[in-house]
């Protein structure tokens, strides 16, 4: 049943966006009593019958083609992450059944060779991210960059809890003071989650993940509702870290491999600008911390 609301609201709400216009029909006029389309004019634009596109919007998915979902896509104009979407839940609607339970989520790791990879990029922050947006590995760098998320996850108290950007972005005040343009990052992480949760929906970490940001923040519930899904492939980052000050960073994630849904982030600065230099110091800061922790003395944080 769940699948079936994400199937519904989904298309409900890319529906709703869309006006006679901008999908190349006549507006005779009148007045509508929802916003965006109406079932019928997305049947039309899809090639299809009413009956049938009302039957796929109310969550029945039950053979459903490609190419039918191809149509759909067209008429509702959906980029790449909301045409892979919209298959995610109707695959995951026609394989699971009433009988079948979420599964325990598998334990992420990384091999040594990626670890030894991340080791060996002392000057570019670099972390492994599985689909919840749980920080797997990381290098030195890494680790310094995104210490407030860190912090945060010790101070929870549940052992072996991975920093997560979500549960930071949304449960921790220290995340609007790090994230300068705090609203652009929560909506697109939100955003990577949605379309995770259509790809993964028997996990059992992401659904209870979802559940507890859902009760305890209101602001990820409105997001959540939206229904808005976003590739993670590339983007920027303005941040405002407690050590170095501010930070514009632009990053690239790219796959691990087929099927483990890891990603390899690698966060970079422009060269020749204050955020390079405030980077350079980060990475010494962070080679300086370490050194001292390795020799049981006090760090440059402890210090000042």
């Keep these: 049943m769940e699948n079936q609301s994400d199937i519904r609201q989904f298309l409900a709400t890319r529906r709703a966006r869309l006006?006679?216009?901008?999908?190349?029909?006549?507006?005779?006029?009148?007045?509508?009593r929802v916003p965006g389309l109406r079932r019928g004019e997305v049947a039309l634009l899809a090639g299809m019958?009413?009956?049938?596109?009302?039957?796929?919007?109310?969550?029945n998915a039950k053979g459903v083609s490609e190419a039918v979902l191809d149509g759909i896509s067209r008429a509702l104009q959906l980029d790449?992450?909301?045409?892979?979407?919209?298959?995610?839940?109707?695959?995951?609607?026609?394989?699971?059944?009433?009988?079948?339970?979420?599964?325990?989520?598998?334990?992420?790791?990384v091999g040594p060779g990626i670890q030894q990879l991340l080791d060996a990029m002392t000057g570019v922050p670099a972390v492994v991210q599985n689909g919840r947006l749980d920080i797997v590995a990381a290098n030195q760098l890494g680790r310094a960059l995104f210490s407030?998320?860190?912090?945060?996850?010790?101070?929870?108290?549940?052992?072996?809890?991975p920093a997560n950007f979500m549960r930071f972005l949304f449960l921790?005040?220290?995340?609007?003071?790090?994230?300068?343009?705090?609203?652009?990052?929560a909506q697109q992480t939100v955003a990577m989650l949605r379309?995770?949760?259509?790809?993964?929906?028997?996990?059992?970490?992401?659904?209870?993940?979802?559940g507890e940001l859902s009760t305890r923040s209101e602001d990820f519930r409105v997001l959540w509702a939206s229904h808005d899904?976003?590739?993670?492939?590339?983007?920027?980052?303005?941040i405002h870290h407690p050590i170095v000050g501010d930070l514009e960073l632009n990053y690239?994630?790219?796959?691990?491999?087929?099927?483990?849904?890891?990603?390899?982030?690698?966060?970079?600065?422009?060269?020749?600008?204050?955020?390079h230099d405030n980077l350079q110091l980060l990475a010494s800061w962070a080679a300086t911390t370490n050194q001292a922790q390795a020799m049981g003395t006090p760090s440059p944080s402890d210090t000042r």
């Design 172 to 185: 921790s005040p220290a995340a609007r003071d790090m994230y300068i343009h705090w609203d652009d990052a």
């Design 19 to 32: 006006t006679p216009q901008q999908a190349g029909l006549p507006d005779f006029g009148g007045r509508r």
């Design 229 to 238: 899904v976003r590739l993670h492939s590339t983007g920027n980052r303005n």
């Design 49 to 59: 019958s009413t009956e049938y596109y009302v039957r796929l919007e109310r969550g």
């Design 80 to 109: 790449d992450a909301e045409r892979t979407h919209l298959h995610d839940l109707v695959r995951a609607a026609n394989t699971m059944t009433s009988a079948q339970h979420r599964r325990p989520s598998k334990t992420q790791q």
């Design 252 to 275: 690239q994630a790219m796959p691990l491999s087929p099927g483990n849904n890891l990603l390899f982030i690698a966060f970079t600065a422009q060269p020749g600008t204050p955020s």
């Design 148 to 161: 407030e998320l860190y912090a945060q996850a010790s101070s929870t108290g549940r052992a072996g809890q």
């Design 195 to 210: 379309t995770e949760a259509g790809r993964a929906s028997e996990d059992r970490a992401l659904s209870a993940l979802v």
